[in-house]
């Protein structure tokens, strides 16, 4: 196999760099007409993401919510989307995935302070979980994911992300409120996931393993 680096002909694909969408002629729209979404992000180990749901369903009660729990199953961190689109590009997918395999980065210790909401959307008030300090990891990762997918003419542009998790979607938004004690597990491993729009459904397309040699946040 060829060592050279495969870039993206720019003749070939012409990037909007915020998003990475390639910008040809759509296929034509299925119904409803909203696009998929991948990105990469980073999924609780299931004891964590059952307990992320308990905290959820005792902060529904709490505050007097009203929308349904996120699934254990969905529940992540994102770190850099790909975008939005109509059909999977599979030039893109793949150059992301390759970009992925070169990241080397440690495990670390993710630890939520606080619960917020934020700015409403076609689904309501997100519902989050936030942290200070203890999202440090997330964001590092996120910048190496970055460098990497700019390594393979993948270039995302320079934005700041701000780590949280999703725990549902309501029709009013909530303050802040600061935890007793933080919520916390154990980054592992980083995901590129498809998001199927207005399904609730998640498939994962690839995962790669942090490494042992923990750096706590």
Known sequence: MSSRRRMVDPNQLQFD????????EPPPSRTPPHDDSVFFAVQPDL?????????????????G?????????????????????????DEIIELAKHAASTVRFPEF???????????????????????????????ALHEALGAALGQVGLEIGRHRITPHMTLLYDRRSIGMTMLDEPLT???????????????????????WPLSRLRHDA
């Open 17 to 24: 760099f915020w998003n990475m969408r390639p910008k040809r």
């Open 47 to 63: 004891a964590a993401a059952s307990r992320f749901v308990r905290f959820a369903e005792a902060q529904k009660s709490g505050h």
């Open 65 to 89: 919510l009203s929308g349904p729990l996120r699934p254990a199953g969905v529940l992540h961190v994102s770190l850099v989307p790909l975008g939005p689109y109509h059909s999977l590009p």
């Open 109 to 139: 210790t993710v630890a939520f302070n606080h619960t917020l909401g934020f700015q409403g959307n076609e689904n309501g008030y997100p519902f989050v979980l936030g942290g200070d300090d203890g999202v440090v990891g997330l964001l």
């Open 185 to 207: 597990w154990t980054a592992r491993e980083f995901v590129l996931v498809r998001s199927w729009h207005g399904q609730g459904r998640y498939e994962r397309l690839g995962a």
